[in-house]
T-cell receptor, first 109, second 115 residues
Framework: KQEVTQIPAALSVPEGENLVLNCSFTDSAIYNLQWFRQDPGKGLTSLLLIQSSQREQTSGRLNASLDKSSGRSTLYIAASQPGDSATYLCAVDTDKLIFGTGTRLQVFP | DAGVTQSPTHLIKTRGQQVTLRCSPISGHKSVSWYQQVLGQGPQFIFQYYEKEERGRGNFPDRFSARQFPNYSSELNVNALLLGDSALYLC??????????????FGPGTRLTVT
């Protein structure tokens, strides 16, 4: 059974820091991996999608890597800003999305 | 282009009642999936529909049902509501296979509160 774990569960950092959020999964048989952002009480905003054949994807200050063989993905956020404060969810696609429980990020000025 | 839309935004129901949630996918998307997100948890897969046929079902009781219409919009029905059904219900649509990586786009969700 596929299980997705995210570490840390919560993170509070000062503005300007570079951050790494971790996601691990137990079964490497995935089609792709998506990172989402969720603001309180809101829906999910897709940040990055990495196909199973890819190693990383970049969008602006965000970079996501995927190591399928070890069941790990990381989301790197450069030069964090208060507007980055949100919950970050990773999900693996196995014909359906299986989500982790998220990392709640707070960036303070 | 409009994103995925869901209605209503919020809903309050009493235990034992029935509820219908609605979702309209992005234009051109033929697949719709439903997820339940309980406070503090990641979303859990409920159903996937593609071309009006059920393609997947998560570990939810038969009180949960869904359907997809010819215009690819979808409804999620929950009967005999329990307090534990209180959650954010999310709908996602995705493009036809082969058009792009199977990326799912989520709507804003419907917040259901059961009292």
């Amino acid at each position: 059974k596929q299980e997705v774990t995210q570490i840390p569960a919560a993170l509070s950092v000062p503005e300007g820091e570079n951050l790494v959020l971790n996601c691990s999964f137990t079964d490497s048989a995935i089609y792709n991996l998506q990172w989402f952002r969720q603001d309180p009480g809101k829906g999910l905003t897709s940040l990055l999608l990495i196909q199973s054949s890819q190693r990383e994807q970049t969008s602006g200050r965000l970079n996501a890597s995927l190591d399928k063989s070890s069941g790990r993905s990381t989301l790197y956020i450069a030069a964090s800003q208060p507007g980055d404060s949100a919950t970050y969810l990773c999900a693996v696609d196995t014909d359906k999305l299986i989500f982790g429980t998220g990392t709640r990020l707070q960036v303070f000025p | 282009d409009a994103g995925v839309t869901q209605s209503p935004t919020h809903l309050i129901k009493t235990r034992g009642q029935q509820v219908t949630l609605r979702c309209s996918p992005i234009s051109g998307h033929k697949s719709v999936s439903w997820y339940q997100q309980v406070l503090g948890q990641g979303p859990q897969f409920i159903f996937q529909y593609y071309e009006k046929e059920e393609r997947g079902r998560g570990n939810f009781p038969d009180r949960f049902s869904a359907r997809q219409f010819p215009n690819y919009s979808s409804e999620l029905n929950v009967n005999a509501l329990l307090l534990g059904d209180s959650a954010l219900y999310l709908c996602a649509s995705s493009p036809p296979p082969g058009d792009s990586p199977y990326e799912q786009y989520f709507g804003p969700g419907t917040r259901l509160t059961v009292t």
